[in-house]
């Protein structure tokens, strides 16, 4: 595995060097994913070019989404009367 590892760090470099930075990303994505623990024959047949980075700040703690969005048809509920006790238990 280590291997793998700097043979496609070793292509990474040659490549960016050569100033073919599309291959150059490529092989980081490649390299990336062999890090996280994927096989060498995954790696092989995974399509990393639709792979957007995230923006930091974009998003909340763990989340994916942007902003929270209610399900359709929800309602906030009524504000209590500030008249009224809210407490649920009667006074003797």
């Known amino acids: 595995m280590a291997d793998e590892i ?3 760090r070793r292509r990474m ?4 060097a050569a100033l073919d930075f599309e291959e150059a990303r490529r092989l980081r994505d490649q390299l990336s994913l062999l ?30 989404q942007q902003r929270m969005t209610p399900p359709p048809g929800w309602k906030p509920p009524k504000k ?3 008249m009224t006790r809210s407490t649920g238990s009667k006074r003797k």
């Open 80 to 82: 209590p009367d500030p």
């Open 13 to 16: 470099e040659t490549a960016a």
């Open 35 to 64: 890090r996280g623990g994927a096989s060498p024959e995954e790696i092989a047949d995974i399509d990393t070019s639709g792979i957007a980075r995230q923006q930091p700040g974009a998003m909340g703690l763990g989340t994916s």
């Open 6 to 8: 700097e043979d496609l």
